[in-house]
């Protein structure tokens, strides 16, 4: 998929804090020309808004306008807070300049349907990976059946209601937001505890010693906007102890030499760009490509249950 790029790319020491690692993955030079804003950023300077579909919203989908002379990135599993009911987005978006697209997105606050403010705020977080594996898989399988860009709302909120129980997080309206709100402190001392290296581009997560996932952007400037976001995502995990009864064969080296060689399925993106979706026995993921250039990679293992005599049973 994006083999050509491991010639660029090599791993940093891991750094550790309390049950998380993260291992750095460094560039000698970019792998995307272009340098997209943050959602933050084109929200806060006002060109970018974010709002429900119609007045009435739809759950799956909210509608983006960029007024901007820049393309805005969006990632993959990005909080968006306010409206109707906070929503995670399905799917890495480039927003294109001057453009106005609806994109997918899931719900990640069951309890409320009700106007908060009248457009969306960013919550500065990606949601963390045991339910953005999930929301991934689905979206390759209605991709691959469907060509849709939908996830399966129902295991988004399984997930949603296990978080919270395992934090010991009470939210009226059953809202993952609740979970980081209450749990703020710990989460900045992981996020405060990690240091960007020179040349970061991405990022391994380990859980526990448990590989758990890897981002991968294409330049080192949007990588180190998007940090603290990742941070915040693994930390939330890390607190509850996701992932630490799985296992996986693969060590961080391969993981991502594997992330790049896997040949993806291609479908066309929303907004600018491809998509390309990984979906083998041992990985799963999905990556946003522009003219050949890698924006987002986003991939996660698949686990093995500790103890389990298959090795096809996914954790």
């Not at 295991?155 to 809202?175: F, I, K, M, Q, Y």
Request: a neutral charge; aromatic letters at 6%; proline letters at 5%.
């Amino acid at each position: 998929m994006f083999a050509p790029q491991l010639d660029k790319l090599s791993l940093g020491a891991p750094s550790a804090y309390r049950n998380l690692t993260l291992t750095p993955i460094l560039a000698s030079g970019p792998l995307l020309t272009i340098e997209p804003k943050s959602l933050e950023e084109a929200l806060a300077d006002g060109t970018m808004k974010v709002t429900e579909v119609s007045a009435a919203g739809h759950v799956p989908e909210l509608r983006v306008k960029n007024s901007g002379s820049t393309s805005v990135l969006i990632l993959d599993g990005e909080e968006l807070v306010g409206a109707k009911q906070n929503r995670i987005v399905n799917v890495t978006v480039l927003v294109e300049p001057r453009s106005e697209i609806v994109i997918p997105v899931s719900c990640i606050e069951a309890g409320r349907w009700a106007y908060s403010r009248p457009g969306f705020a960013a919550a500065g977080r990606v949601l963390y990976h045991k339910i953005r594996s999930r929301k991934a898989e689905f979206v390759t399988k209605n991709l691959k059946e469907r060509r849709r860009y939908f996830a399966d709302q129902g295991s988004v909120w399984d997930g949603v209601s296990e978080a919270l129980g395992a934090l010991r997080v009470a939210s009226p309206t059953h809202s993952l937001s609740d979970a980081y709100d209450q749990r703020a402190n710990e989460i900045d001392g992981f996020v405060e505890a990690f240091r960007l290296k020179p040349g970061q581009v991405g990022v391994i997560y380990r859980i526990g010693g448990v590989l758990a996932g890897l981002d991968l952007l294409g330049s080192e400037a949007v990588f180190a906007r998007a940090f603290p976001k990742f941070a915040r995502g693994s930390a939330l995990q890390a607190l509850a102890g996701f992932g630490e009864d799985g296992s996986s064969p693969l060590d961080d080296q391969t993981f991502l030499a594997e992330a790049l060689s896997t040949p993806g399925d291609r479908f066309p993106a929303i907004g600018l760009g491809e998509n390309l979706r990984i979906d083998t026995k041992e990985m799963g993921g999905c990556a946003l490509e522009l003219d050949g250039a890698l924006v987002h990679l986003f991939a996660f293992p698949r686990h093995v249950k500790r103890g389990s005599k298959d090795n096809g049973v996914a954790a």
